[in-house]
């Protein structure tokens, strides 16, 4: 059974940083590239950060310089790592495999200026 848990969610102030990370089961993770998503309220859902099986990464342009996607092969666990955060960034982030499989509950993010 495919599961993916979302943590390290919060509230932090403008400039702060956080540390989301996702734990993932029921696939073979190493082979499998791996995203972050994000949804605002009254918005749809976008991609963040993209992470290939061999640690590609890419970025939307919203948060280049700012949030580092990574991945921990080992414990099936994918991250992302947001600096400078801004009012904008409020959201609640979920990770997701590439192709999309079942959602997960996602992690609040909420950053107050």
């Known amino acids: 059974q495919v599961q993916l848990v979302e943590s390290g969610g919060g509230l932090v102030q403008a400039g702060g940083s956080l540390r989301l990370s996702c734990a993932v089961s029921g696939i073979t993770f190493s082979a499998t590239a791996m995203a972050w998503y994000r949804q605002a309220p009254g918005k749809q859902r976008e991609l963040v950060a993209v992470i290939g099986f061999s640690s590609t990464t890419n970025y939307a342009d919203s948060v280049k310089g700012r949030f580092t996607i990574s991945r921990d092969n080992a414990k099936n666990t994918v991250y992302l790592q947001m600096n400078s955060l801004k009012p904008e960034d409020t959201a609640v982030y979920y990770c997701?495999?590439?192709?999309?499989?079942?959602w997960g509950q996602g992690t609040q993010v909420t950053v107050s200026s």
């Open positions: 997701n495999r590439i192709p999309l499989i079942t």
